[in-house]
């Protein structure tokens, strides 16, 4: 009786904490949907064409796109509506704002880091942004040269291997690269392309949220590539 006594304890306690965990995030749930918050009132279509115009811009008179930062500051300081994402690389020379026409503050939702890809805390702010503020369009926006792609690719075609957590980030690119080794083209560049279209196919299946929201045709999820050299962001299919 005593072995059984202590056996049943730890699951006793472990349903119990994981009660309260649903009880919690349940709570959670119920009180952001009575908040006020915020959200856009601009469609897919909408989003997408800003950014297309803004791109344009960008590459034909960067030098107009500029910003009264000052006053957008204020105005979003309270709240904040943005009315599209990007999942885009850490590259320094692929900031998001301003290669999208000089976007000021409070209007794109932005999670980087190098290879543009989706791990949970970027699922999970995927999630948050489509969720939360309502946004419609997420662009999963790769660029030429990438240096986190050739590693993969370095990985595919001469067994190369990277230390640490840049090996790990570098994995998670190569089934990208071994599907376009090859290929006609640049082995790179095909990686890019290849790599931004499945992050966008994983974020529109893999994650619940997004999936339903793009079954009620509220969310689109693009894959995109930002050229280093004349600017332009193409917008794959």
């Known amino acids: 009786m005593c072995i059984e006594q202590c056996q049943s304890a730890p699951h006793r306690r472990r349903f119990l904490a994981l009660s309260a965990a649903n009880i919690a995030v349940a709570s959670f749930w119920s009180r952001r949907a009575t908040c006020a918050v915020p959200a856009t009132n601009i469609t897919v279509d909408e989003a997408l064409a800003r950014l297309k115009s803004g791109n344009e811009k960008f590459v034909a ?7 009264d930062l000052l006053k957008q500051r204020g105005e979003v300081a309270k709240a904040q509506t943005p009315w599209a994402a990007v999942i885009g690389c850490s590259d320094s020379r692929v900031p998001p704002e301003l290669l999208f026409g000089g976007l000021g503050v409070g209007q794109i939702f932005v999670a980087r880091n190098a290879g543009n890809m989706v791990d949970t805390a970027t699922m999970g702010t995927i999630e948050y942004g489509a ?25 595919v075609e001469k067994h190369e291997k990277f230390p640490g957590s840049v090996g790990q980030m570098v994995n998670a690119i190569v089934p990208a690269a071994r599907a376009v080794y090859g290929q006609s083209g640049d082995f790179v560049d095909n990686a ?10 994983k974020i529109a299946t893999e994650s619940e949220i997004v999936g339903s929201l793009i ?23």
Do not use: N, W
Not at 195 to 201: D, E, G, L, N, P
Not at 215 to 237: H, I, N, P
């Open 215 to 237: 079954k009620a045709q509220k969310v689109k999820v693009l894959a995109a590539r930002y050229d280093l050299d004349s600017g332009q962001v193409e917008f794959l299919t």
């Open 131 to 155: 969720e939360h503020f309502g946004i419609p369009l997420f662009v999963v926006m790769g660029h030429s040269r990438c240096g986190a792609v050739a590693a993969a690719c370095a990985v």
């Open 61 to 67: 008179a960067p030098q107009l796109c500029a910003l």
């Open 192 to 201: 890019v392309r290849e790599s931004a279209k499945r992050t966008a196919q």
